[in-house]
């Protein structure tokens, strides 16, 4: 069923050099719009990888093989470039934060990540910037097992922890005390930006989850208008993880950040008119099971997969032969194909159309959340996943704040405000701050 893409459209908040104030968006497969993802990544957004499944929980991924980590995450990147014409993800987090040590990082070279963004410190006073696994590590690490072996290229940017209202460490805002009025709010936000942007203003990450907003209203307001006070600055942008690495090889000061903060997404594929609502049945990947199906919808401007795309089957083809599971799996780098459109050949699932296409079934009621629309600045609020019956959950967006003194930081990302809010699994903004010239300490040896 074709729906229209007029109520994706967002208008963006911007960053000082005129361009917009954009974030990365963690994004599972599982209940994701590919249609909303689409439009964050035109409008400038970065999509990075949370994991095709969950599985049974943070032990498996704690203790998971290379192998392991490798199915639940390197298809992740074919997939976006099939359903949102997302050419390349440059990185990913651990579902649940949680860190599998030398084989996660083993999988995110394989795969071809740029960065990994799981990694959880309480090393705060000062902030902790982003390092390389090119050395040994000896940052404490909050959800073990980090890694302890060197692995040459890999970015790492942390998940600095936060000092909530009670003087606790926190790594996701909603995981912090809750604040019981808007200004308790509000002193959350500003302490914590203080501490990075009054020390040694390393990027900052403000990582917020749909969870931050159901309790109260005031904490939209206090988001709200902490963002008005960042978008004040001369000095602070809201970029995406990916800028921030582009930063710290490339440190510079404002001026600097004018040219390298830039928006030119013209080769960027635009959403199409009318989105394809796929809709899939007796679903047994978890949160399923065989005993307890489930319903899966697909939004995306491709052709509707013959059946749920599913690691080692991100094309989605009903029937997959040994040749194509080598084509789409093991002998491309991170099972990513380059530029494959899914098209539907044999009409193999039950509900067929005359021409061999997946009948679409019509869904009433599905509250598709505005795929990726961040409400007020900065909490953009997820790609878009379908839950159970349709509410659209995204996995969640690092909006990186870069403070470059004299230069420009980088504010949050996504805070456009759509007509359908697409719930997040969670928002990280990083803040950045380079002093004077943008030099950065350098604490891979820390």
Same mark, same amino acid.
């Given at each position: 069923m074709p729906m229209s893409s007029f109520y994706r459209r967002r208008e963006a908040r911007l960053n000082p050099n005129g361009c917009p104030a954009v974030g990365t968006f963690f994004a599972?497969?599982?209940f994701t719009d590919y249609a909303a993802a689409q439009q964050l990544y035109k409008e400038g957004h970065e999509m990075a990888a949370r994991g095709i499944s969950e599985n049974t929980g943070s032990e498996y991924w704690k203790d998971g093989s290379v192998e392991d980590w490798t199915l639940g995450m390197a298809d992740q990147p074919a997939m976006f470039s099939l359903y949102s014409s997302i050419p390349e993800i440059n990185g990913m987090r651990g579902p649940f934060t949680q860190m599998g040590g030398d084989n996660q990082m083993d999988m995110v070279y394989d795969a071809g990540f740029r960065y990994d963004a799981t990694w959880s410190t309480s090393q705060n006073d000062p902030p902790i910037f982003p390092f390389t696994l090119d050395m040994k590590q000896s940052i404490?690490?909050?959800?073990?097992?980090?890694?302890?072996?060197?692995?040459?290229?890999?970015?790492?940017?942390?998940?600095?922890?936060?000092?909530?209202?009670?003087?606790? =460490?926190? &790594? #996701?805002?909603?995981?912090? /005390?809750?604040?019981?009025?808007?200004?308790?709010?509000?002193? $959350? =936000?500003? &302490? #914590?930006?203080?501490?990075? /942007?009054?020390?040694?203003?390393?990027?900052?990450?403000?990582? $917020?989850?749909?969870?931050?907003?159901?309790?109260?209203?005031?904490?939209?307001?206090?988001?709200?208008?902490?963002?008005?006070?960042?978008?004040?600055?001369?000095?602070?942008?809201?970029?995406?993880?990916?800028?921030?690495?582009?930063?710290?090889?490339?440190?510079?000061?404002?001026?600097?950040?004018?040219?390298?903060f830039t928006c030119d997404y013209d080769d960027r594929a635009e959403l199409c008119d009318d989105i394809n609502l796929c809709y899939y049945a007796n679903i047994t990947y978890l949160p399923n099971s065989d005993e307890h199906p489930g319903d899966r919808l697909l939004h995306t401007c491709a052709d509707c997969p013959e059946a749920y795309p599913w690691s080692e089957n991100p094309v989605g083809l009903a029937a997959l032969s040994e040749a194509d599971a080598i084509r789409f799996g093991k002998e491309l780098p991170g099972g990513r194909p380059d530029a494959l459109t899914p098209t539907v050949t044999d009409a193999t699932t039950e509900a067929t159309t005359e021409t061999g296409t997946p009948a679409l079934t019509e869904v009433t009621g599905v509250t598709t959340e505005a795929p990726g629309t961040t409400e007020a600045a900065g909490t953009t609020e997820a790609a878009g996943t379908t839950e159970t019956a349709g509410t659209t959950e995204t996995a969640g967006t690092t909006e990186a704040v870069v403070t470059t003194e004299g230069t420009g930081t980088t504010e949050a990302a996504g805070t456009t405000e759509a007509a359908g809010t697409t719930e997040t699994a969670g928002t990280t903004e990083a803040v950045v701050t380079t002093e004077g010239t943008g030099t950065t300490d350098d604490c891979s040896n820390n």
């Open positions: 599972p497969h599982q404490d690490c909050n959800i073990p097992p980090c890694p302890v072996k060197t692995h040459p290229g890999i970015w790492e940017l942390p998940m600095v922890n936060w000092i909530d209202t009670n003087d606790t =460490l926190c &790594n #996701n805002v909603d995981a912090c /005390y809750y604040p019981e009025t808007k200004e308790e709010a509000l002193s $959350l =936000l500003r &302490n #914590n930006f203080a501490r990075h /942007y009054n020390s040694n203003k390393a990027p900052m990450q403000i990582n $917020l989850r749909p969870g931050f907003f159901y309790k109260a209203g005031y904490v939209l307001e206090a988001v709200q208008e902490f963002l008005d006070e960042l978008g004040a600055m001369s000095d602070v942008y809201l970029v995406t993880m990916s800028d921030i690495v582009d930063w710290m090889e490339n440190p510079t000061t404002t001026v600097g950040a004018f040219d390298l």
